[in-house]
C-alpha cells in the first residue's frame, strides 16, 4: 500500500523523505513517488520496472530507512546501524478499496455542488470533473492549498479585500472567493481585475449566479487600478511586467500578503539581450535558452529582494510539478514591516551591474 523512505543521508539538503504510492495514471498501474522538500511537495509518478531501477538508487543509499506497509505486514529495511537490518510487524494500514480509490484526494475545494465550476466548464452539470478539465481543477486545488494558509495567516481583522490582478477567466478569483466564504467564513470581498470585457461580463455573470456575492470583476488594467484598502494581492501568469505592475500596487496598499506566479520574463531578457559592456556572464549568455533561463531567475530574484526592501518576507517556490505548466514559480512576500535596508539595495544594484541590466521595471513603478 505505501512504501515510506526516510532518514535521509544524501547531499541536497532540501530533500526530507519520500512516499511511494500504487496508483492508475490513464490506466496504466505506475509508483507515485511524493517527494517531501523542506518547503514544498513534487510527485513524480514511473512505471514499475522505471521505479524499482529508482528505488535502487534511494533505499539504503540516500534513505537509510525504507518502511513498507502491506495488508499482511510492516517492514521496515533499516540502514542505520551496522549491518542493516529488517524486521517485520503487525499490519497497521487497511488496504485501500482500489487503486483508483488510492488516488481520490481529498481537496480542498471538491468538485460536486460548485456552481461555479459548471459554469466555468470545470464540471458537468452532476459535479463530476470534465475529462479535458483535469489538470485545471487540480491547478486550482492547489492553488487554494498553498493560498488557503496564507490567508488564513492574516488577522481576521485584516483580511478585508483581495485583488487578483490579471483575472483572465477567473477560475483562480473563484477559488479564492469561495475559500473566503465558504472554509474561512470570512466576509471579505474579491475583485478580479481583467483588460478583457468578455471575461469581465462573463464572470460577473458566473458569480451572480452562484451566490458569492462579496466576488466582483472589473475591467481595466492593473496599472491603473486603485488598490487601496488590498490585504492581499495576487497575480497568476500576469504578462512579463503586468506582474510588477501588480506588485507595485501589492505594495503602495501595504497589502499583507502578495502572491504572483510570473509569467514571460521579457524585459529582462532584452535588458540582458541589449547589455553594452561583456558581463562575466557572456560565456552563459551567447546561448538563447540560458539567457532565457538566466532572465527568469534574475528577474524574479529581483522582485523578491525589491519585495524585501518594501518590507516583506519573501519565499520562491515550484508550486505544481512542471509536467503541468512550466510557469511554475511563485513568489510569496507576507508583510513585516521593515523597510529600507539600504544592504539590499546594493544587492540590487550589483545583480543588475552583473547581468547589464540599466533598470528593472519593478524598480520603476515603485519609485527605487
Ligand atoms: C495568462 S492569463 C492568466 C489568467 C489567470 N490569472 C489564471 O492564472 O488563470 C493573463 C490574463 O491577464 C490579463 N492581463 C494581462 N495584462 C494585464 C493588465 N495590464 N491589466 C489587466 N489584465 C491584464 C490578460 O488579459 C489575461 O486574461
Redesign the pocket.
Same mark, same amino acid.
Given at each position: 500500500m505505501k512504501l515510506a523512505l526516510r532518514a535521509y543521508d544524501g547531499t541536497d539538503p532540501t530533500i526530507r523523505s519520500i512516499d511511494i504510492k500504487p496508483a492508475l495514471i490513464k490506466r496504466q498501474k505506475q509508483l507515485s513517488f511524493t517527494w517531501h522538500f523542506k518547503t514544498r511537495d513534487v510527485v513524480r509518478n514511473h512505471a514499475w520496472d522505471e521505479a524499482l531501477v529508482e528505488l535502487k538508487g534511494l533505499v539504503g543509499v540516500e534513505f537509510n530507512l525504507a518502511q513498507l506497509f502491506t495488508a499482511e505486514a510492516d517492514w521496515s529495511l533499516d540502514f542505520q546501524g551496522k549491518s542493516p537490518r529488517l524486521k517485520q510487524a503487525a499490519p497497521t494500514q487497511k488496504a485501500p478499496a482500489s487503486l483508483s480509490h488510492n488516488r481520490e484526494k481529498v481537496r480542498a475545494l471538491p468538485a460536486a455542488g460548485r456552481a461555479w465550476l459548471r459554469d466555468l466548464g470545470i464540471t458537468t452539470a452532476d459535479g463530476k470533473v470534465v475529462p479535458g478539465a483535469q489538470d485545471k481543477f487540480r491547478q486550482i486545488n492547489r492553488y487554494v492549498e498553498i493560498l488557503g494558509p496564507l490567508l488564513k495567516a492574516i488577522p481576521r481583522g485584516k483580511l478585508s479585500k483581495v485583488v487578483? /490582478?490579471? $483575472? =483572465?477567466?477567473g477560475?483562480?478569483t473563484f477559488a479564492v472567493a469561495d475559500y473566503l466564504a465558504n472554509t474561512l467564513q470570512s466576509e471579505a470581498k474579491t475583485v478580479g481585475?481583467?483588460?478583457?470585457p468578455d /471575461?469581465v461580463e462573463l464572470c460577473n455573470g458566473v458569480a451572480g449566479k452562484a451566490g458569492l456575492s462579496q466576488l466582483s470583476f472589473a475591467q =481595466?488594467?492593473?496599472?491603473g487600478f486603485d488598490s487601496a484598502g488590498t490585504s492581499a494581492l495576487i $497575480?497568476?501568469?500576469? *504578462?512579463d511586467t @503586468?506582474t510588477d505592475?501588480a506588485i507595485a500596487k501589492g505594495i503602495a496598499a501595504e497589502a499583507e500578503l502578495i502572491v504572483v @506566479?510570473p *509569467?514571460c520574463h521579457k524585459q529582462i531578457r532584452r535588458e540582458i539581450e541589449t547589455a553594452n559592456a561583456p558581463t562575466p556572464l557572456d560565456y552563459l549568455l551567447r546561448h538563447g535558452i540560458f539567457v532565457e533561463r538566466q532572465a527568469e531567475m534574475v528577474t524574479d530574484g529581483i522582485r523578491a529582494l525589491i519585495l524585501e526592501y518594501f518590507g516583506y518576507s519573501t519565499k520562491v517556490f515550484e508550486f505544481i510539478s512542471d509536467q503541468h505548466t512550466p510557469k511554475n514559480v511563485l513568489i510569496v512576500g507576507q508583510r513585516n514591516g521593515r523597510r529600507g535596508d539600504p544592504a539590499i539595495l546594493d544587492k540590487i544594484k550589483d545583480a543588475k551591474a552583473m547581468f547589464g541590466i540599466r533598470q528593472h521595471y519593478l524598480e520603476g513603478v515603485t519609485g527605487l
Open positions: 487578483d /490582478m490579471g $483575472a =483572465g477567466k477560475y483562480l481585475v481583467e483588460l478583457r /471575461m =481595466g488594467s492593473i496599472d $497575480a497568476l501568469h500576469a *504578462c @503586468a505592475d @506566479a *509569467c
